[in-house]
């Protein structure tokens, strides 16, 4: 999957392409390369930020404190990297929650 990579120390990177104010956070699929996330939050404050590292945490089942925003504060696009996890791992909970959305 092109939105996902590995860094030289084996933490998972994931490219996002986020949409803010949306009725609800969710995976919504592959956009240009990325994996895009529609989350609630708005883009003011670091709330938007907030709650992709949430959800993402939720979704890839590992603490908040494992996922990080590497680059992007600002920006719709974003590079997220997530320890305590493969890229095997990580790959295969996010299909499964994409699967989840679309038979919704």
Same mark, same amino acid.
């Given at each position: 999957?092109?939105?996902?990579? +590995?860094? !030289?120390?084996?933490?998972?990177? +994931?490219?996002?392409? %986020?949409?803010? #104010?949306? !009725?609800? !956070?969710? +995976?919504?699929?592959?956009?240009?390369?990325?994996?895009? @996330? /529609? %989350?609630? &939050?708005?883009?003011?404050?670091? #709330? &938007?930020? #907030?709650?992709?590292?949430?959800?993402?945490?939720?979704?890839? *089942?590992?603490? /908040?404190?494992? %996922?990080?925003?590497? !680059?992007?504060?600002?920006?719709?696009?974003?590079? %997220?990297?997530?320890? /305590? +996890?493969? *890229?095997?791992? /990580?790959?295969?909970?996010?299909?499964?929650? @994409?699967?989840?959305?679309?038979?919704?």
């Amino acid at each position: 999957m092109p939105y996902l990579t +590995l860094s !030289s120390d084996a933490t998972v990177l +994931l490219r996002l392409h %986020v949409q803010p #104010k949306a !009725s609800k !956070s969710r +995976l919504i699929g592959l956009h240009d390369s990325c994996l895009k @996330l /529609a %989350v609630a &939050a708005p883009p003011v404050e670091g #709330k &938007a930020n #907030k709650e992709v590292v949430k959800f993402l945490a939720a979704v890839l *089942g590992v603490p /908040a404190r494992d %996922v990080t925003v590497k !680059s992007g504060l600002q920006a719709r696009r974003k590079v %997220v990297a997530v320890k /305590a +996890l493969t *890229g095997i791992e /990580a790959r295969t909970r996010i299909e499964r929650s @994409l699967a989840s959305t679309n038979e919704k």
